[in-house]
């Protein structure tokens, strides 16, 4: 069965930096195309980026561009997001998740979640 | 940006009754409109794609509707496990783009 893990999130302060990973199982991890989605405390949705299957085309939200990078290796099924320069905004719980095949925004399977604070 | 709004914000709803829930984008998405649902400490799961597609597994008595600007997703009987937040997305390959509504509540009236 599908099966994507987070992993990484904690407590930093501004300014500070976190990698996110997320670990992919059950599927052809290199055929799908995958992205961050997250999720502030009591709040709604937002996606954050996505990366094509074979790492071509790449996708930021307005909010984090120029801070945040996404990444993927096929060879290790892992999906990857470094986040830099973070800001209080930026706290929420970070999904992993993957998106069906010919739609590309599509979200089939989420992980579990990774929370990220950012307090001082 | 399209933006997605979804309505009511919060719904009360008696178990066994039946609920509609509204969404509705600032330009046409076509009929690139997915509904999820979300419980408490979990990630959301897909229930609609395509507008009006079930995802896989999930019950009959969830339906979509719409295309262009106007989405419902109706949940025929509730049963006491549909009681959750529900979002609905746009989703577009080209040029990328993928929004959220802000979230509906179903609770228990």
């Known amino acids: 069965q599908v099966q994507l893990v987070e992993s990484g999130g904690g407590l930093v302060k501004p300014g500070g930096s976190l990698r996110l990973s997320c670990a992919a199982s059950g599927f052809t991890f290199s055929d799908y195309y995958m992205s961050w989605i997250r999720q502030a405390p009591g709040k709604g949705l937002e996606w954050v980026s996505y990366i094509s299957s074979s790492g071509s085309t790449i996708y930021y939200a307005d909010s984090v561009k120029g801070r945040f990078t996404i990444s993927r290796d096929n060879a290790k099924n892992s999906l990857y997001l470094q986040m830099n320069s973070l800001r209080a905004e930026d706290t929420a719980v970070y999904y992993c998740?993957?998106?069906?095949?010919?739609?590309?925004?599509?979200?089939?399977?989420w992980g579990q979640g990774t929370l990220v604070t950012v307090s001082s | 940006e399209i933006v997605m709004t979804q309505s009511p914000a919060t719904l009360s709803v008696s178990p066994g009754e039946r609920a509609t829930l509204s969404c509705r984008a600032s330009q046409s998405v076509s009929s690139n409109l997915a509904w999820y649902q979300q419980k408490p400490g979990q990630a959301p799961r897909l229930l609609i794609y395509g507008a009006s597609t079930r995802a896989t597994g999930i019950p009959a008595r969830f339906s979509g509707s719409g295309s262009g600007t106007e989405f419902t997703l109706t949940i025929s009987s509730l049963q006491s496990e549909d009681f959750a937040v529900y979002y609905c997305?746009?989703?577009?390959?080209?040029?990328?783009?993928?929004?959220f509504g802000q979230g509906t509540k179903l609770e228990i009236k």
């Open positions: 998740a993957r998106s069906v095949v010919g739609a590309n925004l599509l979200v089939q399977y």
């Open positions: 997305q746009q989703y577009n390959n080209w040029p990328p783009s993928a929004t």
